[in-house]
T-cell receptor, first 115, second 115 residues
């Protein structure tokens, strides 16, 4: 597609439930990133995928968070047993390559509210 | 650890003014720096990308400069318009010698341009 697509745009879930957030990057972009933006906070890096390499999971805040990327394209971020502090906007970005030369293109985000 | 600071946190100006947003970073070993715009409830829109070897980039009424040695970047907006009202984010990508690197974000400057 023309841009990075994220779904759903909004998600309200009950505390303790699992949620899945989807990201469809720009076609041909090999690098994919997940960030989290909490109210009043800056963007927090979560996880990074580059081609077929093992993902960089160094930003995941707990083992309740996981992500996968199938076929080097679509990515799913899963949060198990959601907590209220997980409420945030989850942003996905893709880049033509992971070498650093290219800029990031962000999706519109998924606003997650845990009640 | 790389830290990115943006000053001021908020700025209100009358329409037509020229203005400067500031960004500073603690580690000068960066690969590039990217300025983004974020509208309320939206994702990030890339404005300008400056590679570490470059001094400035221009797009329309926007001009971004980079002084890597002093750890500073500025975003200059000429003849501001109410439509420029948004939060402006600065992000740096660490230089890992050509390998992957994540964007480190500042907390942004919230700009309000009053008609």
């Amino acid at each position: 597609g023309a841009g990075v697509s994220q779904s759903p745009s909004n998600k309200v879930t009950e505390k303790g439930k699992d949620v899945e957030l989807r990201c469809d990057p720009i076609s041909g972009h090999t690098a994919l990133y997940w960030y989290r933006q909490s109210l009043g906070q800056g963007l927090e890096f979560l996880i990074y995928f580059q081609g077929n390499s093992a993902p960089d999971k160094s930003g995941l805040p707990s083992d309740r968070f996981s992500a996968e990327r199938t076929g080097g394209s679509v990515s799913t971020l899963t949060i198990q047993r959601t907590q209220q502090e997980d409420s945030a906007v989850y942003l996905c970005a893709s880049s033509l390559a992971g070498t650093g030369f290219y800029g990031y293109t962000f999706g519109s985000g998924t606003r997650l509210t845990v009640v | 650890k790389q830290e990115v600071t943006q000053i001021p946190a908020a700025l209100s100006v009358p329409e037509g003014e020229n203005l400067v947003l500031n960004c500073s970073f603690t580690d000068s070993a960066i690969y590039n720096l990217q300025w983004f715009r974020q509208d309320p409830g939206k994702g990030l829109t890339s404005l300008l990308l400056i590679q570490s070897s470059q001094r400035e980039q221009t797009s329309g009424r926007l001009n971004a400069s980079l002084d890597k040695s002093s750890g500073r970047s500025t975003l200059y907006i000429a003849a501001s318009q109410p439509g420029d009202s948004a939060t402006y984010l600065c992000a740096v990508r660490k230089d890992y010698g050509g390998s992957q690197g994540n964007l480190i974000f500042g907390k942004g400057t919230k700009l309000s341009v009053k008609p």
